[in-house]
């Protein structure tokens, strides 16, 4: 008898909160503990992770922060991913940076994971970037022994085209759930390569990464960014919000769903993310954002 896989995929937050700079932030495991909860407290119950965010490190001290209060752990929905070789001085094992999704290393790292997050399960696991050489039938047979063992609930990719994502799918009985790919008012590829229609084709939740641009969206001073940073300003004013809070209005406005993922460790900076789920962005408002990015009007 083959297992069932939930039909509803994602049930996150609308709002997912990172911790790919956890170990730059300087908590103690107690401070962490005390974000974790707060996140919760602002209905953030997404948690974006990696094996490799911090040089191997950042999965242990949410770890360090989880076991302190075990029970929170039914609260949240922890996404992590895995398939990036990086070189670290934690990994002197790894001497090429590249990609691996043998069904050895995905089972190794997710056990690598669960070790280091302190849980027993795994929300969502998303393989982190496409490989080259993946074999989409081995990972196949590794993510349903996953779900079988009960160590991982769904799913998913990121950076994946529309391409690679039906490709792994067609191998799968799980449906993927999630494609995380960078998208913000600088980065707008995925809005135009089909990979959003793609998303809301066939039901799955697009994450946003970086969906400030990596903070450049504020501070760079090249000409694309100037004119968005202009209408930023102006349309601030008129919705009575920061800027940031407009990008994160003008991301959840698209009809595919798209849940940005927050990176900052200050707490009033996921605040600011939660208020702008209130804000209802026009059309006209929205695509005055849009074509200050293009640089023309649209056709």
Request: include cysteine; charged fraction near 20%.
């Amino acid at each position: 008898m083959r297992h069932q896989y939930h039909p509803l995929g994602f049930e996150g937050s609308r709002i997912a909160q990172g911790f790919w700079r956890l170990n730059e932030w300087n908590l103690t495991s107690t401070e962490a503990l005390s974000f974790i909860e707060a996140c919760l407290d602002l209905g953030v119950t997404t948690f974006d992770h990696a094996d490799i965010y911090g040089g191997y490190q950042c999965e242990a001290l949410f770890g360090d922060a989880l076991k302190q209060k075990p029970a929170l752990r039914d609260k949240m929905e922890i996404i992590t991913k895995c398939g990036i070789l990086l070189p670290s001085e934690n990994r002197p094992d790894i001497q090429v940076h590249r990609y691996e999704y043998s069904a050895e290393h995905i089972l190794a790292s997710v056990d690598k994971s669960l070790a280091n997050l302190q849980c027993e399960y795994i929300d969502t696991l998303l393989l982190h970037r496409p490989s080259p050489l993946m074999d989409a039938d081995e990972v196949a047979q590794a993510f349903d022994l996953l779900f079988t063992l009960g160590k991982v609930k769904h799913f998913g990719v990121s950076n994946f085209t529309t391409h690679q994502f039906d490709l792994l799918q067609s191998r799968l009985d799980a449906p993927l759930i999630i494609n995380q790919v960078e998208l913000s008012p600088l980065a707008l590829q995925h809005f135009e390569d089909g990979t959003l229609d793609h998303v809301q084709q066939h039901a799955v939740t697009p994450m946003a990464w970086s969906p400030f641009a990596g903070g450049d969206l504020f501070s760079s001073c090249n000409e694309k960014s100037i004119r968005v940073q202009a209408v930023l300003k102006d349309l601030s004013g008129k919705y009575n919000c920061s800027m940031d809070q407009l990008v994160v209005a003008w991301l959840l406005r698209h009809p595919a769903g798209i849940c940005p993922v927050m990176g900052s460790g200050k707490i009033n900076r996921l605040v600011s993310a939660v208020e702008a789920i209130s804000i209802s962005l026009s059309d006209d408002d929205w695509f005055q954002i849009w074509v200050s990015s293009q640089g023309k009007p649209v056709p």
